[in-house]
Nanobody, 118 residues
Framework: QVQLVESGGGLVQPGGSLRLSCAAS????????MSWYRQAPGKERELVGV????????TYADSVKGRFTISRDNAKSTVYLRMNSLKPEDTAVYVC???????????WGQGTQVTVSS
């Protein structure tokens, strides 16, 4: 029923760009705060960025600030992550999360692989 499906990952060279999408279904998307996380092997899951339900506020990890941009289209129930100036250390599985009621209700996607390498 509830689904979060990421897409847009792949192999990109350092300095390149990539745009990830997360398509949601099975719940009222416009009522949820959306986040992007990433996890690389041997590392703890890292919060990349957050966008509020109306899309009026965004926050980012220091490691990606100025390079990544979160946006959402509530009419399409989709959240995006545009990644510019990619670095090898950005290599990870990127996962989207929906949350409401102070994270008492959360949904997670399965993730999409991003590999930054020459």
């Amino acid at each position: 029923q509830v689904q979060l499906v990421e897409s847009g990952g792949g192999l990109v060279q350092p300095g390149g760009s990539l745009r990830l999408s997360c398509a949601a279904s099975g719940f009222t998307f416009s009522s949820y705060t959306m986040s992007w996380y990433r996890q690389a092997p041997g590392k703890e899951r890292e919060l990349v960025g957050v966008i509020t339900s109306a899309g009026s506020t965004t926050t980012y990890a220091d490691s990606v600030k100025g390079r990544f941009t979160i946006s959402r289209d509530n009419a399409k129930s989709t959240v995006y992550l545009r990644m510019n100036s990619l670095k090898p250390e950005d290599t990870a599985v990127y996962v989207c999360k929906a949350a409401r009621d102070y994270n008492t209700i959360t949904f997670w996607g399965q993730g999409t692989q991003v590999t930054v390498s020459s």
